[in-house]
Nanobody, 123 residues
Framework: QVQLVESGGALVQAGGSLRLSCAAS????????MGWFRQAPGKEREFVAT????????LYADSVKGRFTISRDNAKNTVYLQMNSLRPEDTAVYYC????????????????WGQGTQVTVSS
């Protein structure tokens, strides 16, 4: 399994920006599709974005499309989530996740998970 550690969560005003990072260790990072998910209080975990091994393919949830950008740096074993135009409804714990080789959007398809980082957007 790959070990994942997220960082970058914070309290931010609506309309602001944040960049989340997820550092991976323990396995060959470039062999893993990476994803970001989030879970708000009282709600189920939901898919946010995913990126292919090389970074050439990305998928986004409709709710974040055009505002969030997922990227990866395989030399640094890190995946990022740039979040712009944040809204109060983006408030959640954000988790990064990894799965081998093939892109996916369901949380149950991902084997490794980080501990999460809190993002709070105030109105």
């Amino acid at each position: 399994q790959v070990q994942l550690v997220e960082s970058g969560g914070a309290l931010v005003q609506a309309g602001g920006s944040l960049r989340l990072s997820c550092a991976a260790s323990g396995r060959t990072f470039s062999n893993y599709v990476m994803g970001w998910f989030r879970q708000a209080p009282g709600k189920e975990r939901e898919f946010v974005a995913t990126i292919s091994l090389s970074g050439g393919s990305t998928l986004y949830a409709d709710s974040v499309k055009g505002r969030f950008t997922i990227s990866r740096d395989n030399a640094k074993n890190t995946v990022y989530l740039q979040m712009n135009s944040l809204r109060p409804e983006d408030t959640a714990v954000y988790y990064c996740a990894a799965r081998p080789y093939t892109i996916a959007t369901k949380g149950t398809d991902f084997r490794s998970w980080g501990q999460g980082t809190q993002v709070t957007v105030s109105s």
